[in-house]
């Protein structure tokens, strides 16, 4: 055969950011971060006093009592007066403690996450939100972790997987068991077609007793967020539901570390591709959200010290 000559390794070069992102963000990402009290603390209490996500980010029985009117969130003419049956699936009281926690790990689904090594900084956070019934155990372990605290479930994730819950219920609720006792979230009226599809998934747990809690998003929650949000220059549609979850954590967590978001197909300090999700290739429609424009504004509270954003190998 031929023989290559070996010279030295080539320096690695380093791809450009991805052309949506703002301008010098390169440099707003430091991988030396430091958390900044006072920005912290200022931004968590403007989400609190206009947001309002501590006590009613979830619909309880205490903030929602039966004939309450319910506007949807992504359809502000659709609306619901509470019955005693629906009143009956939602959950007793805030599930939230009043004191803060200490860390929390919120973690979205992008490919950034294969051969991340996260997973066990990820699990060592007091509290861990996931997203959209991500697979986690064999072969993820090493790289998401394996605790749970809150999973949030689409509804198209329902109405795709697990043919709208029309057939055997049973696959659905034992598909829950990697997530534990924890959270499910279900954005129970955002649109008039996902009130059916979460009801039947808060009663197949139900009827086939998983320790896994069903609850519903407050639309009113999620319209004010989306305010908060357009009036710093997210235009375009609803949040997604992991910039949701990053801000209920911090609400809810002295210090939040985000994993798993980058909605680009190339990877920030390596040359190979980034798959849209860890666990499959699935691409997003991101047609009601913009991700990269949120990814912009997660760039900037990484730099401000608000949020620590992980990026890289977290090893
Ligand atoms: O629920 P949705 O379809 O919005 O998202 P997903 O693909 O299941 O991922 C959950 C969350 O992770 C998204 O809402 C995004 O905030 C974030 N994500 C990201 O930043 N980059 C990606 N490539 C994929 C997801």
């Given at each position: 055969g031929h023989l290559v000559p070996s010279g030295p390794p080539s320096p690695k070069k380093i791809p450009p950011w991805p052309s949506e992102l703002c301008k010098g963000c390169r440099e707003c990402y430091s991988k030396t971060w430091k958390k900044q009290e006072d920005n912290y603390r200022n931004f968590s209490s403007q989400l609190r006093s206009q947001c309002q996500g501590f006590d009613r980010a979830i619909i309880t029985q205490a903030n929602t009592p039966v004939g309450s009117n319910i506007v949807y969130s992504a359809e502000s003419k659709r609306t619901l007066m509470v019955t005693p049956g629906i009143f009956s699936t939602f959950i007793k009281e805030n599930p939230f403690p009043q004191k803060?926690?200490?860390?929390?790990?919120?973690?979205?689904?992008?490919?950034?996450?294969?051969?991340?090594?996260?997973?066990?900084?990820?699990?060592?956070?007091q509290f861990v939100i996931r997203c959209n019934l991500p697979s986690l155990g064999k072969g993820y372990e090493k790289h998401v972790g394996t605790k749970t605290d809150i999973v949030t479930a689409n509804p198209t994730i329902l109405v795709r997987k697990y043919g709208s819950l029309n057939g055997p219920r049973r696959p659905f609720v034992e598909s829950l068991h990697i997530y534990g006792k924890s959270l499910l979230l279900l954005p129970a009226f955002a649109f008039g077609?996902?009130?059916?599809?979460?009801?039947?998934?808060?009663?197949?747990?139900?009827?086939?007793?998983?320790?896994?809690?069903?609850?519903?998003?407050?639309?009113?929650?999620?319209?004010?967020l989306s305010n908060f949000w357009r009036s710093r220059g997210l235009?375009?549609?609803?949040?997604?539901?992991?910039?949701?979850?990053?801000?209920?954590?911090?609400?809810?967590?002295?210090?939040?570390?985000?994993?798993?978001?980058?909605?680009?197909?190339?990877?920030?300090?390596?040359?190979?591709?980034?798959?849209?999700?860890?666990?499959?290739?699935?691409?997003?429609?991101?047609g009601m959200h913009s991700m990269p424009a949120e990814f912009n504004q997660l760039l900037q509270l990484h730099s401000q010290g608000v949020l620590r954003l992980h990026l890289g190998n977290c090893r």
């Amino acid at each position: 055969g031929h023989l290559v000559p070996s010279g030295p390794p080539s320096p690695k070069k380093i791809p450009p950011w991805p052309s949506e992102l703002c301008k010098g963000c390169r440099e707003c990402y430091s991988k030396t971060w430091k958390k900044q009290e006072d920005n912290y603390r200022n931004f968590s209490s403007q989400l609190r006093s206009q947001c309002q996500g501590f006590d009613r980010a979830i619909i309880t029985q205490a903030n929602t009592p039966v004939g309450s009117n319910i506007v949807y969130s992504a359809e502000s003419k659709r609306t619901l007066m509470v019955t005693p049956g629906i009143f009956s699936t939602f959950i007793k009281e805030n599930p939230f403690p009043q004191k803060k926690w200490d860390t929390c790990a919120v973690v979205g689904n992008s490919g950034i996450l294969t051969n991340s090594s996260c997973g066990e900084m990820i699990d060592s956070a007091q509290f861990v939100i996931r997203c959209n019934l991500p697979s986690l155990g064999k072969g993820y372990e090493k790289h998401v972790g394996t605790k749970t605290d809150i999973v949030t479930a689409n509804p198209t994730i329902l109405v795709r997987k697990y043919g709208s819950l029309n057939g055997p219920r049973r696959p659905f609720v034992e598909s829950l068991h990697i997530y534990g006792k924890s959270l499910l979230l279900l954005p129970a009226f955002a649109f008039g077609f996902c009130t059916p599809l979460c009801l039947k998934a808060a009663y197949s747990i139900s009827d086939i007793e998983s320790p896994i809690r069903p609850t519903y998003f407050n639309p009113d929650y999620l319209r004010r967020l989306s305010n908060f949000w357009r009036s710093r220059g997210l235009h375009r549609g609803l949040p997604s539901t992991g910039l949701v979850m990053v801000n209920i954590a911090l609400e809810h967590c002295a210090n939040v570390h985000v994993y798993g978001f980058w909605p680009f197909s190339i990877h920030p300090f390596e040359l190979n591709a980034v798959k849209n999700h860890y666990f499959d290739d699935k691409t997003g429609k991101w047609g009601m959200h913009s991700m990269p424009a949120e990814f912009n504004q997660l760039l900037q509270l990484h730099s401000q010290g608000v949020l620590r954003l992980h990026l890289g190998n977290c090893r």
